[in-house]
């Protein structure tokens, strides 16, 4: 009952930054974990960072560094902060949601439509 919304994607040069967004509506509570993932041409969806309910977060090692991943939960919003872009950061990026109910017998995942980031000169 979750729908994610992403937005933030675009062309951006080499060393450049962007920031994506991504909305949760519906029936937000029970979130247990949160996170952005891509997809380039031909590669399979990987994971690039990861948030917890906790606060905790996760990223790939191509990340690491220049890229941070938050959350507003008043706004039920999660962000990823994209420094130093690279042009192999040019993926289509998903955002994704783990949630647990019922004391954690239920488990759903939502995803996002995904938003193009591409980073060249």
């Known amino acids: 009952q979750v729908l994610l919304v992403e937005s933030g994607g675009g062309l951006v040069q080499p060393g450049g930054s962007l920031t994506l967004s991504c909305a949760a509506s519906g029936s937000t509570f029970g979130i247990y974990r949160m996170g952005w993932y891509r997809q380039a041409p031909g590669r399979e969806r990987g994971l690039v960072a990861v948030i917890t309910s906790g606060g905790a977060t996760g990223y790939a090692d191509s990340v690491k560094g220049r890229f941070t991943i938050s959350r507003d939960n008043a706004k039920n919003t999660m962000y990823l902060q994209m420094n130093s872009l690279r042009p192999e950061d040019t993926a289509v990026y998903y955002c994704?949601?783990?949630?647990?109910?019922?004391?954690?017998?239920?488990?759903?995942?939502?995803w996002g439509q995904g938003t193009q980031v591409t980073v060249s000169s």
């Open positions: 994704n949601i783990d949630q647990r109910v019922d004391g954690s017998s239920r488990r759903y995942i939502y």
